[in-house]
């Protein structure tokens, strides 16, 4: 009988193992590089440590930004948790436009699978082509598509458009896109990812910081989201992290970013 229990207990745990949810966090950092100094990357840490994996947009594509990266990594690594990051490319648009992208990841949560990569096939119809990474996390793979679409005034849908066809190209890969899509969920542009099964983390949610709260109301537009495709992930929950309220004024806090972190809690089916 007490066999019978202990190996109860075993599987059990193994199960609980299995099912654990994973937590991703999004955050367009508005120019992140040199002139975010060590109390921003400080309080940036301190935001976002809570998550398994951090998508991070706005990387400056010259001097500093990789070095910014490299400095959040090294202040997360000082709060007690192994990190490991990966910082991309410059994006293929004009070099005044250019940025990168970053990952940070937990390394007792997830196994990097090969390198992360720029999008290749898209990048000429895309400003700034996603970066993908794919981790393993025991005995399944997804992968991140990380986003930062052109600005509203640009229309962004003229880019957004082709992801539909990224998950043709990449039959293999359980892809979630995650990011600054610079418009709402709601966008017709998103209808043919949604008719291959998939949905939106977050729905009527916004994200991006107006440049004065009215009353209390400090939210501008649903620009940042995840976009996964539901057969694959189990969703937990999903919601913003307001870091504007640590700061006096939207002023001060825009100094951090003009958008807020988004996360997802997720596991594979």
């Not at 992140?32 to 951090?54: M, R």
């Not at 997360?76 to 990841?105: C, D």
Request: charged share 20%; hydrophobic share 40%; proline share 3%.
């Amino acid at each position: 009988m007490k066999q019978i229990f202990i190996i109860y207990l075993l599987l059990n745990s193994i199960t609980g193992l299995a099912q654990d949810p994973i937590s991703i966090c999004s955050w367009n950092l508005k120019d992140f590089g040199k002139s975010k100094n060590d109390q921003e990357i400080e309080f940036i840490a301190n935001t976002v440590k809570q998550f398994d994996i951090i998508a991070i947009q706005e990387v400056v594509s010259g001097y500093g930004g990789a070095q910014a990266v490299a400095r959040l990594h090294a202040a997360l690594n000082r709060m007690g948790t192994k990190w490991e990051y990966a910082v991309s490319e410059p994006t293929s648009s004009s070099v005044h436009k250019a940025e990168k992208y970053a990952y940070i990841w937990k390394t007792k949560k997830l196994n990097k699978v090969g390198d992360a990569w720029l999008e290749k096939k898209f990048n000429l119809q895309i400003d700034r082509e996603p970066f993908y990474i794919t981790f393993r996390l025991n005995d399944k793979y997804f992968t991140v598509a990380n986003f930062h679409a052109i600005t509203k005034t640009k229309q962004p849908e003229r880019e957004i458009k082709y992801f539909q066809y990224i998950p043709t190209f990449n039959k293999t890969l359980n892809l979630i896109f995650a990011g600054d899509f610079n418009l709402p969920q709601s966008h017709t542009v998103f209808n043919p990812l949604r008719k291959m099964g998939y949905n939106s983390a977050l729905k009527g949610v916004k994200t991006s910081l107006k440049k004065n709260c009215l009353a209390s109301d400090c939210l501008s537009s649903e620009f940042d989201n995840f976009y996964f495709k539901a057969s694959i992930f189990k969703s937990y929950k999903a919601g913003i992290i307001p870091f504007y309220t640590s700061f006096n004024s939207l002023k001060d806090a825009r100094l951090i970013s003009d958008h807020v972190p988004i996360y997802y809690q997720f596991s594979l089916n």
